[in-house]
């Protein structure tokens, strides 16, 4: 098999992972442990499981508090998925097609939730005491900033060899 045909189908085998993997949680989160009716759940002094329900994206950000504004964003992030996945499929380092592939996964588990109840299902709230370092999110909303940080290291880092590249080496 091709190597960039194989590299492709890891993108998007990943990204069909990480939607399956976030649905699953979400499943298990709904009905099962019925967190939407308990609350929350503590799990260890620093991780508990609780219901929150997104209607924004990011930070809560373009908040669709009305049913136009929900189909709205399902446009926008479906829209934005379709560029994260051609841009998969023309990729060709192995980083870049991973980390795609993870914001892909997520962004799918994401759509899939807005689509079919209106709002993003988040439960996992890590704290310290009182003090929360993150929002409650999901396991689509890691994925997702997981990939987005492998891109911009990368992206970074390719540019500092770039620059160090084209600049003459110093005589000491």
């Known amino acids: 098999m091709n190597p960039l045909v194989r590299l492709r189908l890891l993108g998007l085998g990943l990204a069909a992972v990480i939607f399956a993997a976030d649905q699953w949680i979400k499943w298990l989160v709904r009905v099962p442990l019925q967190l939407r009716q308990v609350g929350s759940i503590d799990l260890i002094p620093f991780f508990r499981l609780t219901w929150a329900e997104n209607y924004g994206v990011s930070l809560g950000m373009l908040t ?3 049913m136009e504004m929900r189909w709205l964003l ?3 992030t479906a829209g934005i998925a379709l560029v994260v996945l051609v841009w998969l499929l ?3 380092a192995a980083p870049e097609v991973v980390a795609l592939g993870l914001v892909l996964g997520g962004a799918l588990g994401n759509i899939r939730d807005r689509m079919v ?3 993003v299902v988040d439960y996992a709230d890590l704290h310290i005491g009182d003090w ?3 929002l409650i999110f999901n396991l689509a909303d890691a ?3 997981i990939g ?3 891109i911009l290291a990368r992206s970074f880092l390719s540019r500092e060899k770039q620059d160090n590249a084209g600049k003459p080496a110093t005589e000491s």
């Open 64 to 66: 669709a508090d009305s």
């Open 74 to 76: 399902v446009a926008l």
């Open 90 to 92: 023309r990729e060709k």
């Open 117 to 119: 109840h209106g709002y």
């Open 132 to 134: 929360r370092p993150f």
């Open 143 to 145: 994925a997702i900033t």
């Open 148 to 150: 987005v940080l492998i």
